[in-house]
């Protein structure tokens, strides 16, 4: 009996502690992306880059911000890079869009934002595994 009381317990612990990775981590790469955005508009407004630089950046940006708040994220996580990485970045590229679609005035719902929300977990996925196994190959 407290065997299975032990193993719940740390189930549960386990969960929560994912769940508070992957907020953390969405989090930290929505705010990179915002303070990116930023930057990059200030750098638009006085200077002549090309309209055609704007979508090829925009998805730099992204790239970024989900890196970013994976490995921030899952800085104390040493299992399940992958699942973890995967959910930060879809979740961020969700909420991305619902916060630059509500400053933008308007929703605009078609394949990009598919396509984002791909390109958003593969990375993010792509990165948990990373960030998962530098830390164990660095202890």
Do not use: H, W
């Not at 090309?50 to 708040?69: E, H, R, T, Y």
């Not at 394949?111 to 202890?139: E, H, M, P, R, Y």
């Amino acid at each position: 009996m407290k065997m299975k009381t032990k193993i719940n317990k740390k189930s549960s612990n386990m969960k929560n502690s994912m769940i508070g990775f992957i907020a953390k981590g969405t989090m930290i790469a929505l705010c990179v992306s915002l303070v990116l955005v930023l930057v990059f508009a200030f750098l638009l407004k006085f200077t002549n880059i090309s309209d055609s630089a704007i979508a090829p950046v925009n998805q730099v940006i992204k790239g970024v911000s989900i890196f970013l708040g994976v490995f921030i994220g899952l800085k104390k996580c040493k299992e399940l890079g992958l699942v973890s990485g995967l959910l930060i970045g879809f979740i961020y590229t969700l909420l991305a869009f619902l916060v630059f679609s509500i400053l933008r005035g308007g929703f605009t719902f078609d394949i990009t934002l598919l396509t984002d929300c791909v390109f958003g977990a593969v990375i993010g996925a792509i990165c948990g595994i990373i960030s998962v196994n530098i830390k164990k190959s660095t202890n």
